[in-house]
Nanobody
């Protein structure tokens, strides 16, 4: 079994920054793609950013130029640096980890951006 645990959420003013961390543990050898998703109030869950174990990245248009995804393969750790935050970034942010073709989700961490 694999556990994905997020941390780093919180309350920040518009224009501020936060950094989210996701760590995959347990039987986590063979982690391939890691990704961040978010679900805002009354909205569907959406992809924010993804990164392969080779370092290729993909971002939602709404966060390009503001968010940066990175990972440490040795630690099975993924980071999301979020800058220039906007109220519309308010959501629960979820980590998704793919291990040998199986998806694992974290419990989520709340990010709230005040105007």
């Amino acid at each position: 079994q694999v556990q994905a645990v997020e941390s780093g959420g919180g309350l920040v003013q518009a224009g501020g920054s936060l950094r989210l961390t996701c760590v995959a543990s347990g039987r986590s050898s063979g982690v391939s793609t890691m990704a961040w998703y978010r679900q805002g109030p009354g909205k569907q869950r959406e992809l924010v950013a993804a990164i392969t174990n080779g370092g290729s990245t993909n971002y939602a248009d709404s966060v390009k130029g503001r968010f940066t995804i990175s990972r440490d393969n040795d630690k099975n750790m993924m980071l999301l640096q979020m800058n220039s935050l906007k109220p519309e970034d308010t959501a629960v942010y979820y980590c998704k980890v793919v291990v040998v073709g199986t998806l694992y989700w974290g419990q989520g961490t709340q990010v709230t951006v005040s105007s």
